[in-house]
């Protein structure tokens, strides 16, 4: 039973439009979302969070927006670059614990030049 | 500062074989977590580590065993490894502080 589930396994964008990248979950007691950024052949990267007590979280390019009645959330990345082409996880955990994450099975992002 | 290192960066096992993936921090984070990520899979726990000398199961944790005598290494050991193992494995350290969330670069083991 998979509790966090990435939909779309790829996305394609052109450089300098918006990317959306979606994230819903099961869990209602996941109260702490990540996303996280993966090259290949690398590790992981964190790139931004959101609490359940907020419904946004903006760093830069990046916002995360929440909505947990729908149990969902996205990740926008304004304005994509070619650099952004990457996997990108969706992670959740709960009462903050985020030595124990779980994850979604990831979306790649290819943003074409 | 390294951040999180790991070693091996490849290995190959035979069935049968033990071995252990070495994890490293120099953050002084008290969390540390190893995860395995399969082709099409997300990122699984297997174990982790809430400090010194307190270790719990994760999600996968068969066929696995570590141990954390200090803060800064966290060992993952295959007690007798099977094709099933064949994986990337990550090792994550995490800190206090909201945005404190780092993995190492992964071991690609392969078992025969």
């Known amino acids: 039973d998979q509790q966090v589930k990435q939909n779309s396994p790829s996305l394609s964008v052109q450089e300098g439009r918006i990317s959306i990248l979606n994230c819903d979950y099961t869990n209602s007691m996941f109260d702490y979302f990540l996303w996280y950024k993966k090259y290949p052949a690398e590790g992981p990267t964190f790139l931004i969070s959101i609490s359940s007590i907020k419904d946004k979280n903006e760093d830069g390019r990046f916002t995360v927006f929440l909505n947990k009645s729908a149990k969902h959330l996205s990740l926008h990345i304004v304005p994509s670059q070619p650099g952004d082409s990457a996997v990108y996880f969706c992670a959740a955990s709960v009462g903050g614990s985020n030595y124990k994450l779980t994850f979604g099975k990831g979306t790649l992002l290819t943003v074409n030049p | 500062n390294a951040g999180v290192t790991q070693t091996p960066k490849f290995q190959v096992l035979k069935t049968g074989q033990s071995m252990t993936l070495q994890c490293a921090q120099d953050m002084n984070h008290e969390y540390m977590s190893w995860y395995r990520q399969d082709p099409g899979m997300g990122l699984r726990l297997i174990h982790y580590?809430?400090?010194?000398?307190?270790?719990d199961q994760g999600e996968v944790p068969n066929g696995y065993n570590v141990s954390r005598s200090t803060t800064e290494d966290f060992p993952l050991r295959l007690l007798s490894a099977a094709p099933s193992q064949t994986s990337v494995y990550f090792c994550?350290?995490?800190?206090?502080?909201?945005?404190?969330?780092?993995f190492g670069p992964g071991t690609r083991l392969t078992v025969l």
């Open positions: 994550a350290s995490i800190g206090t502080g909201p945005n404190e969330q780092f």
């Open positions: 580590s809430v400090g010194a000398g307190i270790t």
